[in-house]
């Protein structure tokens, strides 16, 4: 089989890539936590899927990734596309429906997608970005660009026959694609021992002859050395990889989901598995650095999320009689 | 302009074999197409090799969505489902995927890819290989939709369809993959998407036939001409975008239509044609508008009843006998 693939130590980040982990990674918190109150005021329209308390995830593996390397995303997508690098104010004015918004208001936030960052598009079908996965991750082969897809879905689509069939196909063609499972537990409104009958899907990697390895997802250092290891092994041509990531869905399937389906004491207490918390803990206590510095950084964020926020709000409406625009490209 | 002879399936072959030479970032996957179903795509791999002539596993959502994501990322995929039935096995990424793209990322994603695959019964081949699904995609906003009846149609829609910066899906029709005729040699002959072709001239009745019917109505003509019927037949060769004004033009000529699709005709070709006259030329017609397709059923795999089903030259006088009032 070549190269092996193995899981190293996972190593302790310096103070600058620390900062911009947290930063990263109050982004998405902060971004998600204020749609949530714009979808609750019906600012926001359509389904929101809200991917709080899953920060590490994107933040740790687009970390490794450039503006050239390509991501698929999922219905629960802000976190892959703030991940990336996109703009949160072209985000939020793409949820606001405006014409400056990543998609000029067509995709909302099942479909905001970012050509010149590589971001092929979150996704409203559970499962459909894996097999695009194989398209970005063919061209780059084909390209010998050395670009890496990261291919974001969650334990739900792991079950879709979309999951197989790229995962095989990824395989046999040895495409430059890391996927990412984000295994939040839950597939929509189900648990994963509902839906499966295995603990880790990581297992299913094996029937596909590539390496499948699994991290604490809310361990930030985790997720960011196993990818920084990942997609160097990549890049040299080995391969896909599967990395799974063990994380927590703080809400809902959907904003504004009530949960009955879950259980009220393990809901109280999932806070403390916070990505942000657990990691800002290790800095102050490693000395990496301050509260002060976070504090900082928290309020740094603050902002650029309401600039984000106004930026959305004051955004151009496109003409409704544009409507036919787009659905042909020249 | 130098002429060569070649079959449909041969055509095809030369126009993906130019467009490859054109274009390094035309490549075609599919199911085993280095050996090539039905022979089109046999040998081409000698000349582009495994990187640019991909053998798939069987997964028909892996291989279009493999070619979704290439084309997002600066590829011009060509991607092979054996057999129209198949396509229901990848709707996600044809409808979903490939054909929302460009609308939902407000136009900074093209998807130029085409999806190429055979389809239409009378190999008694049984249900699940025999369908003609074109109208299926007609009605997928972001598609277009192509479907030739000649080796020089075949050759030069498929070469603009490569060039096309939209999905095209891109439908042949098995029996006809050996029909031959004129082919331009001069790579640079293409027939643009959206126009319909005039195959014969006539005043009576016009016929607009799709695919595996043109060769059939063009028999009927012949033969209702010596029983002193003019028949007048338009092959749309692209049903989507539609060619409507030489459609339209055609049957504010004669006064009568006949629609001829060898798929459903439930919400078929035909359907949409008859609405397209009923909306645009009702005045101008002297007859009623008469269909000819599969009526609501299933190809079966006896060779008669197979061929009772799928509509043929019989079928076609008696629709234009009771579009004129002869029946």
């Not at chain 2, 996600?92 to 994603?109: E, H, L, R």
Request: hydrophobic fraction near 40%; proline fraction near 4%.
């Amino acid at each position: 089989m070549g190269t092996k693939f193995k899981l190293k130590q996972k190593k302790q980040v310096g103070k600058d890539a620390a900062l911009a982990l947290l930063k990263r990674m109050l982004l998405i918190r902060r971004f998600e936590e204020t749609l949530a109150r714009l979808f609750a005021d019906s600012e926001v329209k359509g389904f929101v899927h809200l991917s709080i308390g899953q920060e590490a995830c994107p933040t740790g593996v687009c970390a490794h990734l450039t503006n050239d390397d390509y991501i698929t995303s999922t219905h629960r997508g802000h976190g892959h596309l703030i991940g990336k690098g996109g703009d949160i104010k072209l985000a939020m004015a793409e949820l606001f429906g405006k014409t400056e918004g990543y998609c000029k208001g067509r995709g909302g936030s099942m479909h905001v997608a970012a050509f010149d960052l590589g971001i092929l598009g979150a996704n409203g079908i559970v499962g459909a970005g894996l097999v695009l996965a194989t398209g970005s991750g063919f061209s780059a082969k084909y390209q010998n660009n050395d670009r890496v897809t990261a291919c974001f879905f969650g334990d739900g689509a792991s079950n879709q026959g979309t999951f197989h069939e790229a995962a095989n196909l990824a395989s046999v063609w040895k495409l430059p694609i890391l996927f990412v499972c984000e295994n939040n537990g839950w597939a929509e409104f189900s648990p994963q021992s509902s839906h499966q009958k295995i603990e880790k899907v990581s297992t299913r990697a094996v029937g596909y002859g590539m390496p499948g390895v699994t991290v604490d997802g809310d361990d930030i250092e985790a997720v960011y050395s196993a990818t920084a290891d990942a997609v160097a092994w990549i890049r040299k041509g080995n391969g896909p990889i599967l990395l799974e990531c063990l994380t927590h869905r703080w809400e809902g399937h959907y904003a504004g989901d009530p949960q009955p389906y879950r259980d009220q004491d393990e809901l109280q207490a999932i806070t403390q598995h916070c990505p942000i918390e657990r990691f800002k803990k290790q800095l102050i206590e490693r000395k990496t650095i301050t509260a002060a510095e976070f504090e900082a950084l928290s309020v740094e964020v603050e902002s650029e999320i309401g600039e984000a926020v106004e930026f959305g709000r004051q955004g151009t409406d496109p003409n409704p009689q544009d409507f036919m625009s787009y659905i042909y490209a020249d | 302009m130098s002429m060569g002879f070649n079959t449909i399936a041969g055509a095809i072959s030369q126009a993906i074999t130019e467009e490859m030479r054109r274009d390094a970032n035309v490549v075609l996957i599919g199911e085993d197409v280095t050996t090539g179903i039905f022979g089109v795509t046999a040998g081409l791999v000698d000349e582009f090799g495994t990187d640019r002539f991909c053998d798939t596993p069987i997964s028909e959502n892996a291989i279009i969505g493999c070619a979704v994501g290439a084309a997002m990322t600066g590829m011009r995929p060509i991607a092979e489902i054996m057999f129209q039935d198949f396509l229901t096995c990848c709707m996600d990424p044809i409808v979903n995927q490939a054909a929302k793209m460009s609308y939902m990322s407000g136009g900074t994603f093209s998807v130029p890819m085409v999806v190429r695959s055979p389809g239409g019964a009378g190999l008694g081949a049984g249900p699940q290989h025999s369908q003609s699904l074109a109208s299926w995609f007609m009605g997928v906003p972001g598609l277009k939709v192509v479907s030739p009846s000649s080796p020089i149609d075949a050759k030069g829609l498929l070469k603009s369809a490569i060039r096309d910066n939209n999905p095209v899906i891109f439908l042949e029709n098995k029996l006809l993959y050996f029909e031959s005729g004129e082919v331009p040699d001069d790579i640079d002959f293409t027939i643009p998407l959206g126009q319909a072709s005039v195959l014969r001239e006539g005043d009576d009745v016009t016929i607009v036939a799709v695919s595996g019917m043109v060769p059939r109505a063009l028999r009927v003509a012949d033969e209702l001409g010596a029983e002193g019927v003019s028949v007048e037949i338009v092959d749309p060769r692209t049903l989507y975008p539609l060619d409507t004004e030489t459609i339209l033009q055609s049957v504010k000529k004669t006064g009568r239509l006949v629609t001829a699709e060898e798929g459903v005709m439930t919400c078929g070709v035909g359907a949409e044609l008859a609405a397209l006259i009923a909306e645009k030329a009702y005045d101008c017609l002297d007859g009623p508008i008469v269909r000819v397709g599969t009526p609501h059923v299933n190809y079966a795999y006896n060779q008669e009843m197979e061929w009772a089903t799928i509509p043929d030259e019989q079928d076609l006088v008696r629709a234009v006998k009771k579009a004129i009032g002869q029946e």
